[in-house]
């Protein structure tokens, strides 16, 4: 969410960032929302000059009372009770006003960095880097799918039953791969400086609307029927929540957090055959990174946070491309952003296997985030990133440590996670 005051003073700029996004149909918010603040200070001008002269009133009623003039008294009497009928329709007015502001100032996109290449969609995202050799064995590479079932390390079918489309089982080396990898990424995290939580699974409705925009929110969440809960569709709601309405001293930033949940999303509008398997699902787990900073110091952690994701991926021997993503493909709340890409040696291209957001000060305004700095209090930035979400993550090591008789090689970093073994074969 913008700060009001830059947009009553800089509404081109806001029309034009709208415009970068090609979300034109917003554009009469900016108009809507100036005129409101107009009105809304207006109603404050007004209610401050009645509530001096109910004051200055008050004041000759008891001098007139003491006089003995009465009548003189009840009239000022009624004056100031007209005031206060007034004062009280002023101040029913300002609440429906600033709540109407609200809601518009929730639609308005956020800045983004002046970085961000301009484009419609992600059709229009920009590669960036290039990190490892992508290589096309001579053998077949299944899909991931047939690869886990050779190990009778999922179960599809079952899944299906008990819970519907979308849902999996995992058994056996996979169930314990899955595992190994977020047990890595945890480890790799903590030993970069950051503090591991295991944050609530479930948040309230001013938290959903505090970290994400209304068409993310109708894209993703759960609802928890009956109750103000939704399910998390990844740690970062949770774990920027933590900080709610809360004043930070400026000594103890940046907040560096790394946090392990499961995650739950409704994944409207999935196609395609890359949908199928445990691409794209409703549950899965995943390894995050968190951090809170000061504004000066977001796009330096920014850069650190997707390096990040990029060492672990090549620690486990998986080729990987950043992707920049264009104005239009930002999510509304977003300063700037680039997702992590692995390489699929069977389908010959790159695919998204996480996320890094700078999201400026949106998150913090909204959730009323505060730093007590030495000229005052201000907003820090938030910050999210992927460090691994397994299963997907578990498709690119699958088809990247396949070997040709069929086993998996296990990368050396993470055979302290499965038990020493440095593969794991098919099932005979």
Known sequence: MLDIKFLRENPEIVKQNIKNKFQEHKLHLVDEVIELDKRNREIKGEVEALRADKNKLSKQIGALMKDGKKDEAEEIKAKVAAGNTRIDELSDEEKKVEEEIKEKMMIIPNIIDASVPIGKDDNENVELEKFGEPVVPDYEIPYHTEIM?????????????????????????????????????????????????????????????????????????????????YLIGTSEHSMIGKFIDTINDEASLPYTLTSYSPCFRKEKGAHGIEERGVYRIHQFEKQEMVVICKPEESMDWYDKMWRYTVELFRSLDIPVRTLECCSGDLADLKVKSVDVEAWSPRQQKYFEVGSCSNLGDAQARRLRIRVKGENGNYLPHTLNNTVVAPPRMLIAFLENNLQADGSVRIPEVLRPYMGGISEIKKEQ
């Open 149 to 229: 079932e050779a190990f009778n390390g999922v179960d599809m079918d079952a899944a299906g039953r008990v819970a519907g489309n979308g849902f999996y089982y995992l058994m056996g080396d996979i169930a314990r791969l899955h595992s190994a990898v977020i047990a890595y990424a945890r480890d790799f995290m903590i030993n970069k400086g950051f503090t591991y939580c295991v944050p609530p699974f479930m948040i309230r409705s001013n938290v959903v609307t505090g970290v994400m925009s209304f068409d993310e929110m109708d894209a993703m969440m759960y609802k928890i029927e009956g109750e103000d809960l």
